[in-house]
């Protein structure tokens, strides 16, 4: 079974840029999770979907990030302007669905705004 | 308020030998998940091990044992004849059915080094 795809791996953008990044989940998991991690910290949910709609989305900083999953797939998260304290790892994980206890998660993307 | 505590930033074990790492929770949620997972230099989050809060026993999966203590809020890992390739973060996290939608609370984390 294929595992949640993420890219790209790695990226680097200067401050003002906007950058994007994309998730496809576990084949049949109706629930999708975008995390933040800062360097030497936990991840932090930013937003969650089931299927298609938002769940959660109390810790996106909404005046520049933003998340769809139109097709209640894959996933795109953007950060337009990026600033300087956007650098983190990004995480995509999913679960069958929000009552399914494990989220897998994929390999992540990190991120560093000069 | 810390939802979820891991006290050591850095643990050393001898290969072979077994590690706790520690991990305390604080809810007032009576349904909840403890999760650990295991994050190596590459980056990927690693499920290793679960608990839910009305389990009876102690989760075990291979190596890895949760060591569940309800009325003091803990949820120690331990690993078992340690490993090279054991060497990474481990991440503790916490999921309240209830008060916080079903989202992944996680903590600092310990940095595992195991020693040849």
């Known amino acids: 079974e294929a595992g949640v795809a993420q890219s790209p791996r790695y990226k680097i953008i200067e401050k003002r840029q906007s950058v994007a990044f994309w998730c496809n989940p576990i084949?049949?998991?109706?629930?999708l999770y975008w995390y933040q991690q800062i360097l030497g910290q936990g991840p932090k949910l930013l937003i969650q979907?089931?299927?298609?709609?938002?769940?959660?989305d109390s810790q996106l900083p909404k005046d520049r990030f933003s998340a769809e999953r139109l097709k209640g797939v894959d996933s795109t998260l953007k950060i337009q302007p990026a600033k300087l304290e956007d650098s983190a790892v990004y995480l995509c994980a999913s679960s069958l669905d929000v009552r399914e206890e494990t989220q897998y998660f994929g390999p992540g993307t990190r991120l560093l705004v000069l | 308020a810390q939802k979820i505590t891991q006290t050591q930033p850095g643990m050393f074990v001898q290969e072979k030998e077994a590690v706790t790492l520690d991990c305390t929770y604080d809810?007032?949620?009576?349904?909840?998940?403890l999760f650990w997972y295991k994050q190596p230099s590459s980056g990927e989050m690693i499920f290793l091990i679960y608990q839910g809060s009305y389990d009876q026993q102690n989760a075990t999966e291979g190596r890895y044992s949760l060591n569940f203590q309800k009325a003091r809020k803990s949820a120690n890992l331990v690993i078992s004849a340690s490993q090279l390739g054991d060497s990474a973060m481990y991440f503790c996290?916490?999921?309240?059915?209830?008060?916080?939608?079903?989202?992944?609370?996680f903590g600092q984390g310990t940095e595992l080094s195991v020693k040849p």
């Open positions: 979907f089931q299927n298609n709609g938002v769940v959660d």
């Open positions: 996290a916490m999921r309240e059915l209830y008060n916080q939608g079903g989202k992944l609370i």
């Open positions: 084949s049949g998991h109706a629930t």
């Open positions: 809810t007032s949620d009576p349904s909840y998940g």
